[in-house]
């Protein structure tokens, strides 16, 4: 079989990456309606697989955000699929897909990432973007990664403490890369909102993402960046991998 030309492979990029974009879009701009408008319980999103095999991922807006940006990341790179599983998969353990700034000794954002072992500064790692595409810098430089178990492949750039712990995460991040990157129909929906949130207008709305979500979602949409959640159980990160030569 030829080779997809250039322009082929270059509008598959695209689409992928578009596929990302949208989600980031469509989540800043559900939450905006539902500051404005109002809406019952919590705010959730589900992604449903399009297989009819019953998969299906729930979890928050602003998780939501995050995984969009870290597929967004790897498309932007050209990445295979299987590398934004990996990311995924590897953030879903580390932080569960939430911007935390608190980690086992000073580990911080979605990867879990240490400035003390080269990672970036903090405020650096804290950038969902900067921190995936830091994780994706170091994981193309593992050898065959693709075709390396995700846990393997996930320990050799994170260098963790639990190296097993990433493979209980490979069916959720599987769907959701395959909902991101386009590949897949699945579906996307939202619904909920913040309780005790009342917000009119374009400002009074902004004021409330940052208040209660702690980021500009509605910015970080348009960025490509991503938001924050609520704390859960830290991991740990080792130094990066030694660059393979």
């Known amino acids: 079989m030829p080779e997809p030309s250039l322009p082929s492979k270059r509008r598959g990029r695209l689409f992928r990456f578009g596929a990302a974009f949208v989600v980031l ?7 905006a ?4 408008t109002g809406g019952p319980g919590a705010p959730g999103c589900r992604v449903v697989s399009a297989k009819g095999d019953g998969a299906t991922y ?6 939501a955000v995050n995984a969009a940006t870290i597929t967004a990341v790897g498309t932007a790179r050209d990445l295979p699929e299987r590398a934004v599983t990996i990311a995924l998969a590897t ?7 939430r911007n935390i700034d608190y980690g086992d000794r000073d580990s911080v954002g979605l990867f879990q990432q240490r400035p003390s072992q080269g990672w970036g500064t903090p405020e650096q790692i804290m950038d ?17 990664y693709t075709r390396l178990p995700l846990t393997v492949a996930a320990q050799r750039v994170q260098r963790s403490g639990f190296p097993q712990a990433y493979a209980k995460h490979e069916p959720d991040a599987t769907l959701l890369a395959a909902a991101l990157t386009g590949r897949s129909a699945a579906t996307l929906t939202c619904d909920g909102r913040p309780a005790a949130t009342r917000a009119a207008g374009a400002d009074a709305v902004r004021a ?7 980021r500009d979602v509605l910015g970080a949409g348009r960025r490509g960046g991503g938001g924050e959640g609520p704390r859960s159980p830290p991991r740990t990160t080792g130094p990066p991998p030694e660059t393979a030569p």
């Open 128 to 144: 969902p973007a900067y921190a995936a595409e830091k994780f994706y810098e170091h994981l193309v430089e593992v050898p065959g």
């Open 33 to 36: 309606v539902r500051y404005v």
């Open 208 to 214: 409330a993402l940052v208040r209660d979500f702690g």
């Open 25 to 31: 879009l469509t989540v800043a701009g559900y939450l």
């Open 58 to 63: 729930e979890f928050t807006p602003e998780q």
């Open 91 to 97: 953030a879903l353990q580390e932080s569960a897909l």
